[in-house]
């Protein structure tokens, strides 16, 4: 019986890195594009003067696949594991991206800003007493 309780796990870990794997060649060609784009609205800031709000959006879009991809290959270098502090990278790098792209109300930027003051203090004691994360 735990053999096959084995053989379970092995097979379930497999389809999974098989997709973690598709995933990320997705997320390669979804930062290709996403770097064209940045490219093309920074040729627009630059020569058609219109706002940078949308290059600031694209380029937080690029840090976001970025950072999933690392996380995706910190998986298979870490012996199958995610770090918790990329987790949190990607928190904090989603919650800028939002304050960034829509601010209607102060009281929604407040909290947005308390969120990412929160998950800055869980990073630093994530640091500290988790050093191996």
């Known amino acids: 019986m735990?053999?096959?309780y084995s053989l379970v796990a092995r097979c379930l870990l497999l389809v999974m890195n098989i997709a973690l794997f598709v995933v990320g060649i997705i997320l390669c060609g979804a930062i290709i594009d996403t770097v064209m784009h940045l490219a093309m609205t920074a040729w627009d800031g630059v020569f058609k003067h219109t706002g940078f709000s949308l290059f600031i959006e694209s380029l937080i879009t690029f840090f976001l696949y970025f950072?999933?991809?690392a996380l995706i290959i910190k998986y298979f270098t870490?012996?199958?594991h995610f770090p918790l502090n990329y987790f949190l990278?990607?928190?904090?790098?989603a919650i800028v991206r939002l304050l960034i792209v829509?601010?209607?109300t102060a009281l929604d930027?407040?909290?947005w800003s308390a969120?990412?003051?929160v998950?800055?203090?869980?990073l630093v004691l994530v640091g500290k007493f988790l050093p191996n994360e």
Not at 119 to 122: G, H, N, P, Q
């Open 2 to 4: 735990r053999n096959l």
């Open 102 to 104: 829509s601010h209607e």
């Open 115 to 117: 969120s990412i003051f």
């Open 119 to 122: 998950l800055v203090i869980s």
């Open 109 to 111: 930027t407040l909290i």
């Open 67 to 69: 950072e999933f991809l």
């Open 78 to 80: 870490n012996n199958y």
């Open 89 to 93: 990278y990607i928190g904090i790098t």
